[in-house]
Nanobody
Framework: AVQLVESGGGSVQAGGSLRLSCTAP????????VGWYRQAPGNECELVSP???????FYADSVKGRFTISQNNAKNTVYLQMNSLKPEDAAVYYC????????????????????????WGQGTLVTIST
């Protein structure tokens, strides 16, 4: 089974930065669309940013201008650079792979992993202190 592994979460002060990483041992991202999603307590799962296999990207309005998604095919890793973090960015961040991922803007589920993506990671927690 494919296992996506997120890392890079942690605690940071508001205004700070974090870089999340998503890797997949034994699975190549080069032919896949990969997305970052987040889930804050009591909130529905929210799309943050996907990147297509040909490099197209999309950003949720809430993170546009602050977050940047990128892909390093040599390292088989997708990154989410998060700058100017706000308290409302606190959440568990998940990466996912799905053939239809670039067309998905709204998941409509409370728990990200309940949405039928091809693969989900286990999530990495981001906390923001003020």
């Amino acid at each position: 089974a494919v296992q996506l592994v997120e890392s890079g979460g942690g605690s940071v002060q508001a205004g700070g930065s974090l870089r999340l990483s998503c890797t997949a041992p034994g699975f190549t991202f080069v032919a896949s669309d990969v997305g970052w999603y987040r889930q804050a307590p009591g909130n529905e799962c929210e799309l943050v940013s996907p990147i297509s296999r040909d490099g197209a990207t999309f950003y949720a309005d809430s993170v546009k201008g602050r977050f940047t998604i990128s892909q390093n095919n040599a390292k088989n890793t997708v990154y989410l650079q998060m700058n100017s973090l706000k308290p409302e960015d606190a959440a568990v961040y998940y990466c996912a792979v799905d053939a239809e991922l670039m067309a998905i803007r709204f998941l409509g589920v409370m728990s990200c992993i309940d949405y039928g993506m091809d693969y989900w990671g286990q999530g990495t927690l981001v906390t923001i202190s003020t």
